[in-house]
């Protein structure tokens, strides 16, 4: 059963969703018993729509740190820029937007105990603290946040609504101006990871590209410009080379000091 920490009146649909999937939920607004809890169990959940109010919490902030858990946690929270500032500096295996939870969450929680190759990307980015604070936290978000993001604008969104533009510029200044692997790649490479793994989980292209808000054609083309394939040809070995590619460009990239 997984423990899921939800204010009052935040959970009852969430929870409706994730039991009407097969997933058994024991919700709780008490923040001690929550943590009781979490002491037996390999997943939790956790439901909070402002940040900014719980960032201070002591105990929020160690559950949020990989470092000293095995707990695999789940953040549920609001799409906005605040929180999306606020995700800097906590460590979560998903984030999973309150707008989208009641479709994504429980294929979140029925994955939890694989390996999340992109929330490992995610710990490397994090540790870059050479790269722009604002271009680090928009793509360690990209890497967790489930449903994936599909622009470059979503992801300027991300790191707290700067312009696209000075997203893009931080991104060429850090891996190199003349480098024909572009922010739009990683995003579309971050698309691709996430709709492979709900190929996996048994769902038809197609259907995967609908409940991404990408058409299918887009996904072919996204394969076949970054993996070298098709969505028929997409696999697992060529989506471990993607994810290898992308630890790559971050390990490797070409860093300009300018400021944030």
Avoid at 91 to 107: K, P
Wanted: net charge positive.
């Amino acid at each position: 059963m997984i423990p899921v920490y939800a204010p009052a009146g935040m959970s009852t649909r969430i929870s409706r969703a994730l039991q009407s999937s097969g997933i058994e939920v024991i919700v709780t607004r008490d923040w001690p018993e929550f943590e009781r809890r979490c002491r037996s169990v390999s997943t939790c959940v956790l439901l909070v729509e402002c940040l900014g109010l719980e960032v201070g919490h002591l105990s929020f902030a160690r559950l949020s740190d990989r470092a000293s858990r095995a707990l695999r946690t789940v953040l549920v929270t609001r799409k906005d820029a605040d929180n999306a500032r606020c995700l800097n500096g906590l460590s979560f295996d998903d984030v999973v937007w309150f707008c989208e939870a009641e479709r994504v969450l429980a294929g979140v929680l029925k994955r939890s105990g694989h390996v999340d190759r992109l929330g490992q990307l995610a710990d490397c980015i994090d540790a870059e603290i050479e790269l722009p604070p604002t271009l680090r936290r928009a793509l360690a978000t990209a890497c967790r946040q489930r449903p994936p993001m599909r622009t470059v604008q979503s992801l300027a969104a991300a790191a707290g609504g700067m312009p696209r533009s000075t997203l893009n510029t931080q991104w060429r200044r850090a891996f190199g101006i003349r480098s024909a692997f572009r922010l739009q790649d990683f995003v579309g490479a971050v698309l691709l990871l996430r709709a492979n793994e709900r190929h996996v989980d048994g769902c038809k292209w197609t259907a995967v590209a609908a409940e991404m808000g990408v058409h299918h054609h887009t996904l072919n083309r996204i394969a076949r410009r970054l993996a070298g394939a098709s969505l028929a040809g997409l696999t697992s070995t060529r989506c471990d080379e993607l994810v290898s590619m992308l630890h790559g460009k971050i390990a490797g990239r070409r860093f300009h000091p300018f400021c944030d």
